[in-house]
C-alpha cells in the first residue's frame, strides 16, 4: 500500500467511526468537534511527544495545514460536482 492508499485508508476508518457514532444518535457537530479534537491532541502528541505542548508558532504551522487540506477537499469535491453535472 503506497502512501496515498494508507492515506484514504485511515481517512475513510475515521469517517466510518464518525458515521457509527452519529447513528448512535450522537449530533453530527457533536462528532465532527470531537474529530477536530482528537486531531488536534494527536497532532500535539505527534509534534511534542506526551510531556510537551505546542508553542504558538507550532499552533500556526499545524493551522495553516488544517487550512490547505480543507482548502484541497474543497477543490475536489467542488470538481467531482461540476463533472457531475456534466
Given at each position: 500500500m503506497d502512501d496515498r492508499e494508507a492515506?484514504?485508508?485511515?481517512?475513510?476508518?475515521?469517517?466510518?467511526?464518525?458515521n457509527e457514532l452519529k447513528n448512535e444518535g450522537h449530533e453530527?457537530?457533536?462528532?465532527?468537534?470531537?474529530?477536530?479534537?482528537?486531531?488536534?491532541?494527536?497532532?500535539?502528541?505527534v509534534t511534542a511527544g506526551n510531556a510537551g505542548g505546542l508553542e504558538p508558532s507550532g499552533v500556526d504551522k499545524v493551522v495553516m495545514s488544517y487550512r490547505r487540506n480543507l482548502e484541497h477537499i474543497q477543490k475536489r469535491k467542488k470538481e467531482e460536482s461540476e463533472k457531475a453535472a456534466s
Open positions: 492515506h484514504n485508508h485511515c481517512t475513510n476508518k475515521f469517517i466510518e467511526l464518525a453530527s457537530q457533536l462528532v465532527s468537534a470531537a474529530l477536530m479534537a482528537a486531531s488536534g491532541i494527536y497532532t500535539t502528541f
